[in-house]
């Protein structure tokens, strides 16, 4: 192809924008790869860098400012064929400063062309994060209380495996875009530019004084060696490809027959380490196995490992409307922290609900038919406390019964698991 | 019969595999995180793409990506991840990009409560963009209302070309429970309609519809933009142009408003009060519901499904017959709003409560039997 260039969108920029020049570079760059267009895509934020889209021949996405480089990953992962040539000003690099880093340390196939002006030309030359602390621009003295970034040394310690910088006026930017395209992984590419309609009213600075900033500044010539390592979107295939069994979702058969049950509702107090969603779980089971309507919420910190650990549980015939515990009739009293968090609920119980307590939690004023069981007695360890408490939930046929449990355990568990369990319930029947 | 048994995240993620789901990117937070979790160990199996974000804005960024390559997209978060989702939410809603979003609600404001439930977001979800162009919210009452109404988001979301919100609670999402996923009737799968004629305008579409679609990287060039554009993609300052698009951007949703209103209703005989409700709250008002009966003092509900747009036909004639009308919502007063705007003829109660807590139904049938 000649030019990728849409002839009927010519070029707006101030005259002597560097823009233009890097514009007609990428065309270049395009011409000399000789890229399907079809198979193509500019992707620009806002500002002037976001004009870039319009000019060519190729596919074209346009969105907010700072955030190209997130359509240009969900395109690239979607699409592996693309060739994604993302555009972005030095205020698009401030703002989505995170999105550069995440592309660094990704390695998408993906170019980057950062057009750094030194400042916001559409918005009135106001200070960007690459503006020098001395120059004169629309933010006041703010910018002389900064330092400007170097993008090319965080691109490199973000783990960027292609990062290069040039003046844009360098007669050699559409080979080094070109390289930057043909490499296989995230590849950044600095530009150094004049924003003649405002960064250069007040600030001197020409095409040579470019290349003297490119000379002075850290030489960056393309491959970063010690980051070289697979693309991301092979590598993430690769281990996609690796997860092959597609989980169904959990269906429990009804396994028994039950005449005249009640709707119940059970709940478990405890701490966490104690297995109480475990238990939970399991007496959720038992109602399955039973045809039972379930429905189970569970209560713990963001610290799981510290703190409650609370069950609450619905076991009816009838399908579960209000999810919440109105009048428990089950109530499973196994650590202080538990009973803390719904201390409220034990003046609400009526003298028919069946609180096992066991011996070292402290109960509050209840009303309820109270029984104790001590499981270090019965040397039965902590964590098995709830589990053993099911046991006795069954024996007296409170909201469960011993088959009930069975199938639930052997629904739940492995055999070898059952087997544990068993032998921790026969300890307590 | 066998029982599935899950929590409604899970029947959320289950349901937008089963509409086709095959893009999800998202970032962590309580109490959506089971979402991610369960499209991540079910989309690469299916040969779909799962992958987390490095922050909210950037798990839409890839979404929007994804959706214009021709992938059918979700992802999901709570209250604080739709504040972050805001500026690519207007960029989806004006530009066209199909999109399902999971907000699973939790108590704000702000970070709020992340393990405590609240329908917080409700009018956020409908005005949390730019320009006040309609979107469609759907809300679950439970973990089969997640599936179903997840494939219906798809539906809506691939023939509207627009972003649409399923909002859930903590109540719902992270509560396991028991269904019957053999005694519904799923809805058929909608998917985009693409283009087939002879020149491609990326934004020409009828009056009161999307666009059909062409992906990035087809044959024919393609050109997404979220600058204010014509027929052809490109920026337009020209008003008739603009009016036009803003015009559709609107009637395309409140046209088909009718088709796109999912709602329950309960009529008992002899009644005097309407109960309207959504979400979690639903069930609670249907338990008061039954009660009252028994006590011989029954009532009527209906659960809205469709909260946006605004189901206003279906409030007007189910609430016609009676003299009291009652709203519950697990907030102080957000979708109120809309009923007192619709049913502006009529006395509409109010009870509201925002404690992280569900509303019980005894405090319900308190609402109603204290005239």
Same mark, same amino acid.
């Given at each position: 192809m000649n030019s990728y260039l849409n002839k009927t969108r010519p070029l707006v920029f101030c005259p002597g924008c560097t823009h233009e020049k890097i514009t007609k570079s990428l065309d270049k760059a395009f011409i000399n790869l000789n890229l399907p267009a079809d198979k193509t895509v500019i992707v620009t934020d806002i500002g002037c860098s976001g004009l870039f889209d319009t000019f060519f021949n190729v596919h074209a996405l346009h969105g907010i400012h700072g955030r190209a480089l997130t359509y240009a990953s969900g395109l690239k992962l979607a699409n592996p064929e693309l060739n994604v040539i993302v555009t972005m000003g030095d205020g698009g690099l401030g703002i989505g400063g995170a999105h550069v880093l995440a592309s660094c340390r990704k390695n998408l196939d993906i170019t980057l062309i950062i057009l750094n002006n030194?400042?916001?030309?559409? /918005?009135?030359?106001q200070y960007s994060a690459t503006t020098p602390t001395e120059a004169l621009v629309g933010s006041g003295f703010l910018n002389h209380a900064e330092i400007p970034i170097d993008i090319c040394a965080i691109a490199e310690s973000a783990g960027a495996t292609y990062v290069d910088r040039c003046s844009g006026?360098? =007669?050699t930017l559409p080979e080094k875009i070109a390289r930057a395209i043909e490499h296989k992984g995230f590849s950044l590419i600095e530009t150094l530019g004049m924003c /003649?309609?405002?960064?250069t009213k007040k600030n001197q600075l020409t095409p040579k004084a470019l290349d003297q900033m490119v000379i002075d500044l850290p030489s960056k010539g393309g491959l970063i060696e010690k980051n070289q390592r697979p693309e991301y979107g092979e590598r993430y295939r690769a281990l996609a490809r690796e997860k092959m069994i597609f989980p169904e979702a959990i269906t429990i058969e009804k396994q028994i027959d039950l005449k005249n049950y009640r709707e119940q509702e059970v709940v478990i107090l405890g701490s966490a380490g104690m297995r109480i969603v475990t238990a939970g779980d399991l007496v959720c089971y038992a109602g399955l196995c039973a045809g039972m309507n379930v429905s189970m919420k569970n209560d713990y910190n963001i610290t799981v490992l510290r703190g409650q650990s609370v069950s609450e549980i619905l076991i009816s015939p =009838? %399908?579960?409307?209000? #999810?919440?515990? %109105?009048? #428990?009739s089950v109530v499973l009293a196994l650590s202080d922290e538990g009973v803390q968090r719904k201390k409220k609920i034990f003046s609400t119980l009526k003298p028919d609900t069946f609180v096992l307590k066991e011996k070292s939690v402290a109960l509050p004023e209840t009303r309820a038919n109270v029984v104790e069981i001590d499981f270090r007695k019965l040397k039965i360890k902590k964590q098995d406390w709830a589990l053993a408490s099911l046991g006795i939930m069954a024996k007296e046929e409170k909201a469960i019964n011993k088959t009930m449990l069975k199938h639930a355990l052997k629904s739940r568990f492995s055999e070898k698991l059952y087997q544990i369990a068993m032998e921790t319930i026969e300890k307590t029947i | 019969m066998a029982l599935s048994f899950m929590e409604g995240n899970e029947a959320l993620a289950r349901g937008a595999i089963a509409a086709g789901c095959n893009f999800f990117a998202g970032y962590p937070i309580t109490p959506a995180t089971t979402i991610f979790n369960s499209m991540l160990s079910m989309l690469p199996p299916k040969g779909g793409i799962c992958i987390q974000g490095e922050d909210e804005i950037a798990s839409m960024g890839y979404c929007i990506g994804a959706s214009m390559a021709g992938k059918k997209v979700m992802t999901a978060t709570s209250g604080p991840g739709i504040s972050l989702y805001s500026e690519q939410l207007s960029f989806a809603i004006g530009s066209e990009i199909p999109l399902v979003i999971a907000d699973v609600q939790r108590l704000g404001p702000s970070t709020g409560s992340a393990t405590r439930g609240a329908d917080s977001d409700i009018q956020f979800l409908r005005w949390g963009s730019t320009s006040g162009v309609p979107v469609i919210v759907l809300a679950p009452k439970d973990a089969l209302d997640c599936y179903i109404l997840t494939i219906h988001a798809f539906n809506y979301a691939e023939e509207f070309r627009c972003p649409v919100f399923i909002a859930s609670n903590k109540e719902i999402g992270m509560t396991r429970e028991s269904f019957d996923l053999d005694s519904v009737t799923l809805p058929p799968i909608v998917e985009r309609k693409q283009f087939s004629g002879d020149t491609y305008l990326p934004f020409e579409a009828e009056s009161d519809a999307a666009p059909p679609f062409l992906p990035i990287g087809s044959k024919t060039l393609v050109r997404q933009t +979220? +600058?204010?554009?014509?027929p052809d993609g490109y920026i337009t300052i020209d008003p008739d142009v603009i009016a036009q698009n803003q015009a559709r951007l609107r009637e395309k949703i409140h046209s088909a408003r009718k088709r796109i209103t999912l709602f329950e209703k309960n009529i008992k005989e002899n009644t005097d009060t309407l109960i309207i409700s959504y979400g979690v709250t639903t069930r609670a008002v249907d338990d008061a519901g039954k009660t009252l009966e028994k006590k011989g003092n029954p009532v009527s509900t209906l659960s809205l499904k469709t909260l946006w747009p605004v189901p206003e036909e279906v409030l007007m004639e189910t609430a016609k017959p009676f003299n009291r009308i009652i709203v519950i919502e697990m907030n102080l007063g957000q979708y109120i709003n809309e009923i007192r705007r619709i049913l502006c003829d009529k006395k509409v109660e109010f009870y509201g409560q925002m404690n992280g807590v569900l509303i019980p139904p005894a405090k319900i049938m308190e609402v109603v039997e204290n005239e």
């Amino acid at each position: 192809m000649n030019s990728y260039l849409n002839k009927t969108r010519p070029l707006v920029f101030c005259p002597g924008c560097t823009h233009e020049k890097i514009t007609k570079s990428l065309d270049k760059a395009f011409i000399n790869l000789n890229l399907p267009a079809d198979k193509t895509v500019i992707v620009t934020d806002i500002g002037c860098s976001g004009l870039f889209d319009t000019f060519f021949n190729v596919h074209a996405l346009h969105g907010i400012h700072g955030r190209a480089l997130t359509y240009a990953s969900g395109l690239k992962l979607a699409n592996p064929e693309l060739n994604v040539i993302v555009t972005m000003g030095d205020g698009g690099l401030g703002i989505g400063g995170a999105h550069v880093l995440a592309s660094c340390r990704k390695n998408l196939d993906i170019t980057l062309i950062i057009l750094n002006n030194f400042n916001f030309g559409m /918005t009135g030359g106001q200070y960007s994060a690459t503006t020098p602390t001395e120059a004169l621009v629309g933010s006041g003295f703010l910018n002389h209380a900064e330092i400007p970034i170097d993008i090319c040394a965080i691109a490199e310690s973000a783990g960027a495996t292609y990062v290069d910088r040039c003046s844009g006026h360098d =007669e050699t930017l559409p080979e080094k875009i070109a390289r930057a395209i043909e490499h296989k992984g995230f590849s950044l590419i600095e530009t150094l530019g004049m924003c /003649t309609g405002r960064y250069t009213k007040k600030n001197q600075l020409t095409p040579k004084a470019l290349d003297q900033m490119v000379i002075d500044l850290p030489s960056k010539g393309g491959l970063i060696e010690k980051n070289q390592r697979p693309e991301y979107g092979e590598r993430y295939r690769a281990l996609a490809r690796e997860k092959m069994i597609f989980p169904e979702a959990i269906t429990i058969e009804k396994q028994i027959d039950l005449k005249n049950y009640r709707e119940q509702e059970v709940v478990i107090l405890g701490s966490a380490g104690m297995r109480i969603v475990t238990a939970g779980d399991l007496v959720c089971y038992a109602g399955l196995c039973a045809g039972m309507n379930v429905s189970m919420k569970n209560d713990y910190n963001i610290t799981v490992l510290r703190g409650q650990s609370v069950s609450e549980i619905l076991i009816s015939p =009838e %399908k579960i409307g209000y #999810p919440g515990i %109105k009048s #428990p009739s089950v109530v499973l009293a196994l650590s202080d922290e538990g009973v803390q968090r719904k201390k409220k609920i034990f003046s609400t119980l009526k003298p028919d609900t069946f609180v096992l307590k066991e011996k070292s939690v402290a109960l509050p004023e209840t009303r309820a038919n109270v029984v104790e069981i001590d499981f270090r007695k019965l040397k039965i360890k902590k964590q098995d406390w709830a589990l053993a408490s099911l046991g006795i939930m069954a024996k007296e046929e409170k909201a469960i019964n011993k088959t009930m449990l069975k199938h639930a355990l052997k629904s739940r568990f492995s055999e070898k698991l059952y087997q544990i369990a068993m032998e921790t319930i026969e300890k307590t029947i | 019969m066998a029982l599935s048994f899950m929590e409604g995240n899970e029947a959320l993620a289950r349901g937008a595999i089963a509409a086709g789901c095959n893009f999800f990117a998202g970032y962590p937070i309580t109490p959506a995180t089971t979402i991610f979790n369960s499209m991540l160990s079910m989309l690469p199996p299916k040969g779909g793409i799962c992958i987390q974000g490095e922050d909210e804005i950037a798990s839409m960024g890839y979404c929007i990506g994804a959706s214009m390559a021709g992938k059918k997209v979700m992802t999901a978060t709570s209250g604080p991840g739709i504040s972050l989702y805001s500026e690519q939410l207007s960029f989806a809603i004006g530009s066209e990009i199909p999109l399902v979003i999971a907000d699973v609600q939790r108590l704000g404001p702000s970070t709020g409560s992340a393990t405590r439930g609240a329908d917080s977001d409700i009018q956020f979800l409908r005005w949390g963009s730019t320009s006040g162009v309609p979107v469609i919210v759907l809300a679950p009452k439970d973990a089969l209302d997640c599936y179903i109404l997840t494939i219906h988001a798809f539906n809506y979301a691939e023939e509207f070309r627009c972003p649409v919100f399923i909002a859930s609670n903590k109540e719902i999402g992270m509560t396991r429970e028991s269904f019957d996923l053999d005694s519904v009737t799923l809805p058929p799968i909608v998917e985009r309609k693409q283009f087939s004629g002879d020149t491609y305008l990326p934004f020409e579409a009828e009056s009161d519809a999307a666009p059909p679609f062409l992906p990035i990287g087809s044959k024919t060039l393609v050109r997404q933009t +979220s +600058s204010t554009h014509g027929p052809d993609g490109y920026i337009t300052i020209d008003p008739d142009v603009i009016a036009q698009n803003q015009a559709r951007l609107r009637e395309k949703i409140h046209s088909a408003r009718k088709r796109i209103t999912l709602f329950e209703k309960n009529i008992k005989e002899n009644t005097d009060t309407l109960i309207i409700s959504y979400g979690v709250t639903t069930r609670a008002v249907d338990d008061a519901g039954k009660t009252l009966e028994k006590k011989g003092n029954p009532v009527s509900t209906l659960s809205l499904k469709t909260l946006w747009p605004v189901p206003e036909e279906v409030l007007m004639e189910t609430a016609k017959p009676f003299n009291r009308i009652i709203v519950i919502e697990m907030n102080l007063g957000q979708y109120i709003n809309e009923i007192r705007r619709i049913l502006c003829d009529k006395k509409v109660e109010f009870y509201g409560q925002m404690n992280g807590v569900l509303i019980p139904p005894a405090k319900i049938m308190e609402v109603v039997e204290n005239e």
